[in-house]
């Protein structure tokens, strides 16, 4: 190997690394859902994001340890940070809540609209020129979104628009995200948001004991559910540190529309679990969401990549 072709090879090398990394990550994120909405039959749906949030907190504080920070010294950030926390949870308690009624695939593809309401929030509030092929993208993502919606708002009613609340948040705290990445450690930002979003779960659960709520009101789990509430926080840790650090060893531009994948499998792993698969119109309107999203990750418009918190 020459000096010339030393560099390439392990460019290559790390880009072939970033993209078998994320796409573990995206083979593993659909458990998060299988196991939320299997947990959801014996569970409040609070209870469950709670105990998503207590394994994620458990498992990245050594992370964060490493790192040599935990929390914010400033109190600015610090109050950006439970602001985060808040977001997340309220994005969580309702994409879970989605799933108790809605077929795992059709969640998550309604879901993906998220890229367009981010591009549209980032022109809003960041000042970013979107222009209109861009917000043609976003107009074309929303229209794929409604031929998911539709029939399902038709089964299931206001449920089906809680994923797009979901997308909201998510936006929402991804734009917090890039306010603190330039001055906070990535992955005590990732610590703090789950520890937040967790101290938040426990304030919503204790107003909410005794109110009979199969949202709000906490139980004792049995053995079953504690395990699928377990399998909830572990495969959001595992595939987020996988898409972490798929993105330190790829370029964005290449691994972005991977996220898609996804939708495929969860799609086949609700199939497999519950027998649950989208009919061609809700394929041709998840297509449609793929689309507009990857071409407006080509266009340059979002470049934060997603991370532990993310995940959905």
């Known amino acids: ?115 367009a309401i981010l591009t549209l929030m980032s022109g809003i509030f960041l000042a970013e020129h979107i222009g209109w092929q861009k917000v043609a993208a976003c107009a074309a993502g929303f229209a794929g979104s409604l031929l998911v ?17 979901t997308a909201i948040t998510v936006a929402t705290f991804i734009l917090l995200t890039r306010m603190l990445s330039q001055v906070e450690d990535p992955w005590s930002m990732q610590f703090q948001s789950s520890f937040w979003a967790l101290c938040t779960c426990i304030v919503v659960l204790v107003l909410g004991e005794g109110s009979g709520s199969d949202i709000f009101d906490p139980v004792v789990p049995d053995l079953t559910t504690t395990i699928y509430i377990a399998g909830v926080g572990a495969a959001a840790t595992v595939s987020g540190i996988l898409g972490a650090y798929a993105y330190r060893a790829a370029p964005a531009s290449v691994l972005a529309p991977l996220q898609y994948l996804e939708i495929v499998s969860a799609a086949t792993a609700a199939y497999l679990v519950f027998g649950d698969f989208p009919d061609a119109l809700k394929w041709l309107g998840i297509f449609i969401i793929i689309g507009s999203g990857v071409f407006i990750i080509f266009r340059g418009v979002d470049k934060t990549p997603p991370g532990p918190e993310t995940a959905i």
């Open 1 to 115: 190997m020459t000096m010339d072709t030393a560099p390439r090879a392990w460019h290559d090398w790390l880009t072939g690394s970033g993209i078998a990394l994320m796409v573990a990550s995206v083979l593993i994120a659909p458990m998060i859902d299988i196991f939320s909405k299997l947990a959801t039959t014996t569970a409040p749906v609070a209870e469950i994001t709670a105990g998503r949030f207590v394994v994620q907190t458990a498992l990245m504080l050594p992370f964060a340890l490493a790192r040599g920070r935990l929390f914010s010294r400033s109190l600015k950030h610090a109050m950006f940070h439970v602001l985060r926390g808040v977001i997340l949870t309220i994005g969580m308690i309702a994409f879970v809540l989605a799933l108790k009624s809605m077929p795992v695939a059709d969640a998550i593809a309604i879901f993906f609209v998220e890229p």
């Open 149 to 165: 919606i539709q029939p399902s708002f038709a089964e299931f009613g206001l449920i089906s628009l809680l994923p797009v609340i």
